[in-house]
């Protein structure tokens, strides 16, 4: 059954991260054809991230009270329609809609995923599988670096988004057809019901203790891999597009392993006690401390300080297989959306938001933004997750006082 849940929910997911980063590699591209600014680019690129945060509430919902694979399978078909969109776009406002309509089709790709799991699955396998469907998300950052760059060699990127189109209906067809059959637990709940209960969970301290931290780290995560390390790479280190596709390559393997190892990691340590929550809090401040030191260059080994990003970035992650095990199934759906819709409404605010931010500076004659427009964009979001990892800590260390 384990091959029969992960092998569709996988392959959906790999989808999913693929269009969420590829833009990393064809911005160049897009710039060019349409003229492109830094903030035009960013919002282009957040769109998804809006579209897909819009989703997660009434996702919550429908997961809840409708089997994953029915939701995840529909709302795929969606995404191969934007993937067709973004394709033929001829202005701006096209790459704006197709981004749009591709966020609403894997909106439930990992939720639906997380979901189906944890209602067929032992609760003591879920960080582990969690991790493995993550690993997934990775090799689709892995695919959006090195082997993108390979393919626009020959082919363009609206080939590459019709073929992305067309494996997003395969994926449909793959879990509505493959995914084991369960019995939802909220078929008998009026909808009123199912959103106070959502209201408890959102409003419960452990949410609001654990979600600000992992919600900030993902956020920043989000919005550097989908886009920002890419610029960051080619115009605050002046790196060539390979040299540039070669570190994404090793942040992205690295991130692949951090799913899985840290994923791993938690389920080992929770026999001794160890929770989730922990392994994930300490991974989000290596993450942090990460993102210190290539900010401030302390060190030009390049691979390895954005593999420790890649590989630490996913720690807020635990945080998912944590809350699913500290509420009742029939709220896992719900308590999963919660979280992704924070990590997402986040992702979007950083990664236009530094567009944003980048765009107060001029550009050099060869539409080069400086140095300090990019530093100042990252000290910002650091700042943010500086600010969240201080109120993890401080009600962690108030509930022990009580």
Known sequence: MLFKLLLPFAFGYFLSFLYRVVNVAIAPDLVQEFGLDANQMGLISSAYLLTFALCQLPLGLLLDRYESRKVSAALLLIAAMGALVFASADSALG?????????????????????????????????????????????GVVSASTPVQWFLTWGDWRLLFQILGVASVVASVLV?????????????????????????VIKS????QMAPLSVATQGVFGAFVGLWSGYWLRDYLSLSDSEAAQIILTMALAMTAGFVVLGWLAASLYRFGVSSYMVSVSGMLI?????????????????????????????????????????????????????????????????????????????DALGI???????????????LQIMALIWCLYHAILGKLR
């Open 176 to 200: 509505y057809s493959l995914v084991p059959k369960y019995t939802t637990h909220s078929n008998g709940q009026n909808l009123k019901l199912q959103l106070v209960e959502l209201w408890q």
């Open 287 to 363: 993450y942090i401390l990460s993102q210190w030191v290539i900010i401030n260059e302390w060190s030009e080994w390049h691979h390895l300080w954005w593999g420790l990003s890649g590989f630490f970035g996913t720690s807020g992650v635990l945080m998912y297989a944590y809350l699913s095990q500290s509420v009742p199934k029939s709220l896992v759906g719900r308590v999963n959306t919660s979280l992704n819709l924070c990590v997402f409404v986040v992702a979007f605010a950083c990664q236009w938001g530094l567009g944003i931010v980048i765009n107060l500076w001029p550009v």
């Open 369 to 383: 933004y400086p140095q300090t427009a990019y530093a100042t964009a990252w000290m910002w979001a650091l700042g």
């Open 95 to 139: 790459l704006l809609i197709g981004r749009g309509l591709i966020g609403i089709g894997v909106s439930a790709c990992l939720m639906a995923a997380f979901t189906a799991y944890a209602n067929l699955l032992p609760s003591e396998k879920l960080p582990l599988v969690n991790g493995l469907q993550l690993m997934a998300g990775g090799l």
């Open 205 to 208: 301290p452990s949410f609001c």
